[in-house]
């Protein structure tokens, strides 16, 4: 089976533009989670995603969305960037998302913003 | 608010033992994870525990206290392929999201 997938891998962008991340789960995984990652301060809960849905969200700043199709992809959108949001962004997969299901983790973007 | 509190980086030696401790404050509570995380890579899971004691999985252990807000992730049998980052999550019974530690770099040396 396989594992979830992210892309791009890494990314170069420049302040004030606006970036899209993909993220395709495993087959059969209905929730996606993503994540942001920096040195220093662990993952960060971005949202979680369940049959299109975004059932759960951090606290991030609106520039930061996402949606997710009926296939179970999910897409991750960044506006007006900034400095601050150079990170690796990561997105994991679980059947439901509830309880003790294993998150599955995608190897991420590398977003790095000049 | 959440609160997970991990020590940042530990040394050990190959062959030896190891806890990673972690202790955590949350407005609830439905499990704890412990992940590994090479540099580069992705996140893998280890263990997943939510009742009080001791889950043994092979050189690697996963204790629970729940009255204290407290676990601990010991690794025996220290391998150099062990050098990674270990990361502690703790799932909120209102909403099963994931709230995470910064992770402990654990740095083995020969």
């Known amino acids: 089976k396989a594992g979830v997938t992210q892309t791009p891998r890494y990314l170069i962008k420049t302040r004030g533009q606006q970036v899209t991340l993909s993220c395709s789960p495993i087959?059969?995984?209905?929730?996606v989670s993503w994540y942001q990652q920096t040195p220093g301060q662990g993952l960060q809960f971005l949202f979680e995603?369940?049959?299109?849905?975004?059932?759960n969200k951090g606290n991030f700043p609106g520039r930061f969305s996402g949606r997710q199709f009926s296939n179970s992809r999910s897409e991750m959108n960044v506006s007006t960037l900034e400095l601050g949001d150079s990170a690796l962004y990561l997105c994991a997969s679980t059947l439901t998302g509830i309880g003790a299901d294993t998150q599955y983790f995608g190897p991420g973007t590398r977003l790095t913003v000049l | 608010g959440q609160n997970i509190d991990q020590p940042t980086e530990m040394t050990a030696t190959e062959g030896a033992i190891v806890q990673i401790n972690c202790t955590y404050q949350?407005?609830?509570?439905?499990?704890l994870f412990w992940y590994q995380q090479h540099a580069g890579e992705a996140p893998t899971f280890l263990s997943y525990?939510?009742l009080d004691g001791l889950e043994e999985k092979g050189r690697f252990s996963s204790f629970l206290s729940r009255s204290k807000g407290y676990s601990y992730l010991l690794l025996k049998e220290l391998q150099m392929k062990d050098s990674a980052s270990y990361l502690c999550?703790?799932?909120?019974?209102?909403?099963?999201?994931?709230?995470w530690g910064a992770g402990t770099k654990l740095i083995i040396k020969p």
């Open positions: 949350t407005s609830g509570f439905n499990g």
């Open positions: 995603y369940f049959s299109e849905t975004q059932r």
């Open positions: 525990n939510v």
């Open positions: 999550a703790v799932i909120l019974d209102s909403n099963y999201q994931l709230i």
């Open positions: 087959s059969g995984h209905r929730s």
